[in-house]
């Protein structure tokens, strides 16, 4: 043991130390925060599926289905999307009272401060049912319940402060915003110009020890109009008031905006999606010590606080959004499929339009299995930083390409806004989604797999704790063990590779008694070659791997898809098996394949020591990298799944707002059009059959009875309302002042030529 310490560990330790690469505080916080889940599993070779297929489905409470029934419903069918953007530009009153009256800001407050004290799965759900209907007020409700005061405070905050802010919080009294981002710090979020310096100052009176703000934060959602500002900052202590040094750290308060000093109220306007955001800036704002979220003891602590909240947030807000997004793109653009024709047949009949319907159909099933996935993990006490990740940037990226295919399906009638537009809206704010809580590109290029790496990896962290205790005797010891554990691990993983790689999958583990076992067994031989890939690169590229962001974003999409297709498996165990579920889970996982084959390749193409990424294709892939693809009649298939009203159309998009209460509702005129289209095939197709086009004359000729004409005549009349789209009269595009004259006079030209007189 001592021996092969001195004479085999010293030497490379002495080598790992000089070459571990610095590692910030802030780079250790984030790396820390949240826990490891099935990601484990996946950077072992050894994933336990049979845990994952075990987990029980997300369930709501009573009270949760009655609140998603209720008030969520009511919500949706308050809110005019349109009238929002295009007039108002704002939630009406009467939402912001009913959104506070309701408690939707406290969804994640326990009940005993007045919250709504709701699973991660009711939060999610309520926030999935809004998107569906209102991006503005599903932006508005997420914020409160996500990375924001109330989310730290209930972690962080002291007694008295939770006692103080939660109650106010939970029932509205208080809109909370919370401001991390700068000019100068976008995804560089600790890299703030934002300051506090500790000092005495005046506060109600009397003077105190406080801090002595100065910040100027940008893209805050909720800013103009909160009542209290949870902010970033970094804080000083140059008179060393604290006796802890000068640099405290990222530091959090919690601050009324009616505190002298703070100005708020300007808007941003992001993609014209008119939710309230802006920016928020202070100067010489003096708070007392006790503002600090969670108090002196919680100086310095802001970053672990961000990056811990982030760990199970970004899991939720955005990915319910993503898979509401990707459920009304696959229910509206199936039933246009349908009820559009061109050259005299629905346009979904055509291949060029199966193709991109078959990816909006995936797509849908996808994210919300992996939601659903991730929820019930979060609900299990899980924290999975990697896995949140993987979702905020990948529920995001899928739910873009799903309104890119229904844009293109579309053509004209998604371009031209209005409310007859059901889907135009959502287009617009994507760009949204990409960026906060973590741009993706910086997510899937550093995040995923850095993070993973250190963190999901069985010994890599271990390993970096060693090399960095100053210790040296302890860190030598500690590093023995680790180093000779991952090397044990690499040799067994090398083995496990090879018998799945040169079996092509077949005697990859798969859980007992499940259905498509060989796609499982596919998974598990794909975790082993990633496993084995992983430590290559780590090996030999280490450190410089940081900068190599092209490899790092290829393993960590390889990760991705490992975790989301499982996902995608353990939906179709956890709902019963359906039998027509089979060609969509079939399609994605080719899919899948596909994308991991592709990212495989680049990996082993681009790795600088050839060696490693020889024996990778050596002992994984001896036969080359499989790039599978659905093949043309498993897309057609697919793609006529939302093309006719079914039970299972319904499950893919189940809980999103159809229109219920409301009159005009572009989705609403889609399901009715569909519903009468797909009713009267059978006459339509014996009119076709019969080469009759005209309805009269086919009642002339007997073909089909009076009554079936007009069944005929309301299909056609609800496909001209669903084909219709909106024009607005000139007046409309007036500023107040030229509508105030369009209004006494019709025709301007009139009034300016009387001016010019
Ligand atoms: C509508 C909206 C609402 C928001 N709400 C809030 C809020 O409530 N509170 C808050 O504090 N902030 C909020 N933000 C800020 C949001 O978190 C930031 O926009 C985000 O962190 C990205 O910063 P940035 O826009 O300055 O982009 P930049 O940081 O300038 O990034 C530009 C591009 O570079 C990429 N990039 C950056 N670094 C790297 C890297 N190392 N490797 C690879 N790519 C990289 C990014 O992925 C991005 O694509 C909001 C932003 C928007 C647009």
């Not at 009467?94 to 991660?120: C, D, Q, T």
Request: glycine content about 8%; aromatic content about 8%; hydrophobic content about 45%.
């Amino acid at each position: 043991m001592s021996f092969r310490k001195e004479k085999l560990t010293k030497p490379i330790y002495r080598w790992a130390k000089s070459a571990l690469p610095a590692v910030s505080a802030t780079e250790r916080d984030a790396i820390d925060a949240g826990t490891v889940w099935i990601d484990g599993g996946i950077f072992t070779g050894t994933p336990d599926w049979q845990a994952l297929v075990d987990m029980p489905p997300v369930r709501l409470r009573p009270e949760e289905q009655a609140f998603l029934d209720g008030p969520v419903t009511e919500l949706c069918a308050m809110v005019d999307e349109w009238r929002v953007v295009w007039e108002d530009r704002d939630l009406p009153p009467e939402v912001w009272a009913f959104l506070r009256a309701k408690r939707f800001f406290g969804m994640v407050i326990p009940k005993r401060y007045g919250g709504l004290g709701f699973s991660n799965t009711a939060h999610s759900e309520v926030v999935r049912k809004i998107s569906s209907s209102s991006v503005v007020a599903a932006v508005t409700v997420m914020v409160p319940n996500s990375l924001g005061p109330g989310e730290l405070m209930l972690h962080w905050g002291t007694e008295a402060q939770k006692d103080f802010w939660l109650p106010r919080l939970a029932d509205g009294r208080e809109i909370p915003c919370f401001g991390l981002t700068s000019a100068e710090a976008g995804s560089d979020a600790a890299a703030m110009t934002d300051t506090g310096t500790v000092c005495l100052g005046e506060h109600e009176g009397r003077e105190v020890l406080g801090i002595r703000l100065s910040f100027a934060k940008r893209y805050i959602t909720l800013a103009p109009v909160a009542t209290v500002l949870g902010l970033a900052f970094k804080l000083r202590d140059p008179e060393n008031h604290l006796g802890r040094g000068v640099d405290l750290g990222i530091t959090v308060a919690l601050i009324p905006t009616k505190t002298l000093g703070v100005v708020q109220g300007a808007r941003h306007i992001p993609q014209m999606t008119f939710f309230q955001n802006g920016p928020i800036s202070g100067e010489d704002v003096f708070i007392p010590l006790d503002w600090v979220l969670g108090g002196e003891a919680q100086i310095g602590k802001g970053w672990t606080m961000l990056v811990t909240a982030l760990a199970a947030g970004r899991a939720i807000s955005l990915p319910s959004q993503s898979a509401a997004s990707a459920a009304l793109c696959a229910r509206a653009t199936g039933a246009y499929a349908r009820i559009r024709t061109q050259f005299g047949v629905p346009i979904g009949l055509f291949e060029g339009i199966q193709q991109p319907l078959a990816d909006i159909a995936g797509n849908v099933y996808q994210i919300d299995a992996a939601r659903r996935l991730t929820l019930a993990a979060l609900d299990a006490g899980h924290r999975p930083a990697v896995l949140s990740a993987i979702m905020k940037a990948h529920a995001t990226y899928r739910m873009r390409e799903s309104i890119e295919r229904t844009m293109d399906i579309h053509g004209g009638k998604a371009i031209i806004d209005g409310p007859k537009n059901a889907v135009g809206l959502q287009y617009r704010s994507v760009p949204i989604g990409i960026t906060v809580e973590g741009a993706n590109i910086l997510t899937r290029s550093l995040m995923i797999f850095g993070q993973g790496a250190i963190r999901a990896h069985p010994f890599m962290l271990e390993e970096m704790r060693a090399l960095a205790d100053e210790d040296r005797k302890r860190g030598l010891t500690a590093f023995d063990e680790a180093f000779w554990g991952h090397v044990a691990h690499s040799a067994k993983n090398l083995a496990r590779t090879w018998l799945r790689g040169w079996t092509g999958g077949l005697v990859g583990p798969a859980p007992e008694g499940v259905s498509f076992v060989r796609h499982w067994r596919q998974l598990s031989r794909y975790s082993a070659a990633f496993a084995l890939l992983a430590d290559l690169a780590l090996l030999t590229l280490g450190g410089a791997l940081k900068r190599r962001e092209m490899l790092s974003a290829r393993l960590g999409d390889i990760l991705s898809e490992l975790y989301l297709l499982a996902a995608t498996l353990k939906r179709f165990e956890s709902e019963g098996r359906p039998e027509v579920d089979r060609p969509l889970v079939e399609f994605i996982l080719q899919k899948g394949y596909n994308r991991m084959g592709l990212a495989f390749i680049g990996v082993l193409d681009n790795l600088p020591a050839r060696w490693a990424a020889v024996l990778t294709r050596t002992v994984a892939f001896p036969f080359g990298v499989p790039v599978p693809a659905p093949s043309d009649e498993l897309t057609r298939e697919v793609a006529s799944i939302l093309m006719a009203p079914s039970s299972q159309r319904d499950r893919l998009t189940a809980d999103i707002y159809l229109g219920e209460g409301k009159t005009d509702y572009a989705l609403k005129d889609l399901e009715i059009a569909l519903e009468r289209v797909t009713a009267v095939e059978p006459i339509a197709r014996r009119m076709r059959e019969a080469k009759l086009r005209d309805p009269e004359a086919a009642l002339a000729a007997g073909l089909i009875t009076a009554g079936e004409r007009e069944r005929l005549a309301a299909a056609k009349a609800a496909v001209d309302t669903v084909v219709a789209v909106d024009a607005f009269p000139p007046e409309a595009f007036a500023g107040r002042e030229r509508a105030a004259a369009f209004a006494e006079d019709p025709d301007p030209r009139d009034a300016e030529a009387e001016a010019a007189e």
